[in-house]
């Protein structure tokens, strides 16, 4: 199962982590970092996986795909930026992870623009009748 493998990456480079702390703290963080490039790049297929998956719901359910589109990249982007604060913020970096999150929470909402002016237009429209 890959939630095991992932698992065990996680709980491996925590124990490096913890270990190269101790002898070279200087080398600490890019373990962690390394670690959690290695857990990304094996979730990758199962993302591609949800991503096929989704395509079909909103082929068989007739939903505009733009608007999909829109938010699973606002997702993508709460979900990398999260990520990055987060090892921001496990390498004492707050200020640093602060601005990480920021960005991210900028990125989604300019990418939602065009569906805010969507929803501004049907209701404009529907106030004037």
Same mark, same amino acid.
């Given at each position: 199962?890959?939630?095991?493998? $992932?698992?065990?990456? %996680?709980? /491996? ?5 913890? =270990? ?12 962690? /970092? *390394? ?7 094996? /979730? ?6 949800l !991503?096929? %998956?989704? *395509?079909?719901? +909103? !082929?068989?359910?007739? $939903? ?13 982007i709460?979900?990398?930026? #999260?990520?990055? &604060?987060? +090892? ?6 707050? !200020?640093?992870?602060? &601005?990480?999150? /920021?960005? %991210?929470?900028? *990125?989604?909402? &300019?990418?939602?623009?065009?569906? =805010?002016?969507?929803?501004? #237009?049907l209701?404009?429209? =529907?106030?004037? %009748?």
């Amino acid at each position: 199962m890959d939630i095991l493998k $992932i698992t065990f990456i %996680g709980i /491996l480079t925590a124990l490096l982590y913890a =270990l190269i702390r101790q002898i070279k703290p200087e080398f600490a963080p890019l373990v962690a /970092l *390394g670690g959690a490039a290695v857990t990304l790049i094996a /979730l990758t297929e199962k993302l591609l996986d949800l !991503s096929d %998956g989704v *395509g079909e719901m +909103i !082929s068989l359910a007739g $939903i505009d795909k733009e608007n999909v589109s829109i938010l699973l990249k606002a997702l993508a982007i709460c979900v990398v930026t #999260q990520f990055a &604060a987060d +090892i921001c913020y496990d390498n004492s970096c707050s !200020s640093v992870a602060g &601005a990480v999150e /920021l960005a %991210g929470r900028i *990125g989604a909402v &300019a990418l939602a623009v065009p569906m =805010l002016k969507a929803v501004a #237009q049907l209701a404009i429209g =529907l106030i004037n %009748g």
